[in-house]
């Protein structure tokens, strides 16, 4: 398994400067909803928690890269008593 996410440890405002830097402008989403989110909700809790807890930007990010693969969730194949 292998997930790649080579923005995942910049905050929005990094972004937005290695955006500019490169000349890219960011893209608006024309979903009425688009402001309305979970991601955006817990953007916020986060902003709070990191305000809160300085440190718990680098625990979030280091048990991130502790997966441990028993705890992952996975496809089982069916017997075949389960097929039928």
């Known amino acids: 398994l ?3 996410r080579p923005l995942a ?9 290695v955006a500019e830097k490169l000349g890219l402008e ?3 989403s024309s979903c ?5 989110t979970r991601r955006r909700d817990v953007r916020h ?9 300085p440190a718990a930007r680098s625990h979030i990010f280091a048990a991130l ?12 194949t069916l017997t075949d ?3 039928e």
Do not use: F
């Open 45 to 53: 809790i986060l902003e709070g928690l990191y305000r809160e807890i």
């Open 9 to 17: 440890y910049l905050d929005k405002e990094e972004i937005r400067a």
């Open 26 to 28: 960011p893209v608006r």
């Open 65 to 76: 890269a502790n997966v441990r693969q028993d705890y992952l969730l996975r496809s089982r």
């Open 2 to 4: 292998a997930l790649i």
């Open 32 to 36: 009425p909803l688009s402001e309305k």
């Open 81 to 83: 008593s389960e097929k």
